[in-house]
T-cell receptor, first 114, second 118 residues
Framework: DQQVKQNSPSLSVQEGRISILNCDYT??????FLWYKKYPAEGPTFLIS?????DKNEDGRFTVFLNKSAKHLSLHIVPSQPGDSAVYFC?????????????FGQGTILTVHP | EPEVTQTPSHQVTQMGQEVILRCVPI?????FYWYRQILGQKVEFLVS????????KSEIFDDQFSVERPDGSNFTLKIRSTKLEDSAMYFC????????????????FGEGSRLTVL
């Protein structure tokens, strides 16, 4: 099941620079997209979401961009901080009562170096 | 900050044994979920639960699995006869509501229960 794909298993960034995490999806029924952060031995923590009626959503240092025609979304973290080092999961949902049924990507390990 | 709590944090069991994983969702949340993550694999949806019944389940959630909200606060996942391939981290999650025009509120996850089947 590759409906949501994160093709980069890892990303290394210098503190203060931009981190860009990418995600592709194949299911046209997805209309809600989320990014979660996960530390070892913890559950995923919600970061930011975007509905398919938008192409950008911003929350502080985090911005999610959605390109529906390309079925692609990205998470930008500016500026990156060492505390941002974690696994980042992209997730998607298909609407209605299925909004809680998330399809996750494989995750990208982000390492931010001081 | 309110949180989803799960017990036990780690359970080791023999193949064929029954296991119950427990979760206390956030108190005013209405939708409850179980997800799992096998080591090295994606987080996968298992089941959603609303108004005391299953609203959706994945093909993973076969007859060996069941969920229950026995007392209005706990939300449990039972695996009737565990198999080696059930070894995974199991995450409980809850959400406040789902609006008709879109989702309302994010999914809050617990810290997970690691199940090891020997």
């Amino acid at each position: 099941d590759q409906q949501v794909k994160q093709n980069s298993p890892s990303l290394s960034v210098q503190e203060g620079r931009i981190s860009i995490l990418n995600c592709d999806y194949t299911n046209s029924m997805f209309d809600y997209f989320l990014w979660y952060k996960k530390y070892p031995a913890e559950g995923p923590t919600f970061l930011i979401s975007i509905s398919s009626i938008k192409d950008k959503n911003e929350d502080g240092r985090f911005t999610v961009f959605l390109n529906k025609s390309a079925k692609h979304l990205s998470l930008h973290i500016v500026p990156s901080q060492p505390g941002d080092s974690a696994v980042y999961f992209c997730a998607a949902a298909a609407g209605g009562t299925s909004y809680g049924k998330l399809t996750f990507g494989q995750g990208t390990i982000l390492t931010v170096h001081p | 900050e309110p949180e989803v709590t799960q017990t036990p944090s780690h359970q080791v069991t023999q193949m064929g044994q029954e296991v119950i994983l427990r979760c206390v969702p956030i108190s005013n949340h209405l939708y409850f979920y179980w997800y799992r993550q096998i080591l090295g694999q994606k987080v996968e949806f298992l089941v959603s639960f609303y108004n005391n019944e299953i609203s959706e389940k994945s093909e993973i959630f076969d007859d060996q699995f069941s969920v229950e909200r026995p007392d209005g606060s706990n939300f449990t996942l039972k695996i009737r006869s565990t198999k080696l391939e059930d070894s995974a981290m199991y995450f409980c999650a809850s959400r406040l509501a789902v609006g008709t025009s879109g989702p309302t509120g994010e999914l809050f996850f617990g810290e997970g229960s690691r199940l090891t089947v020997l």
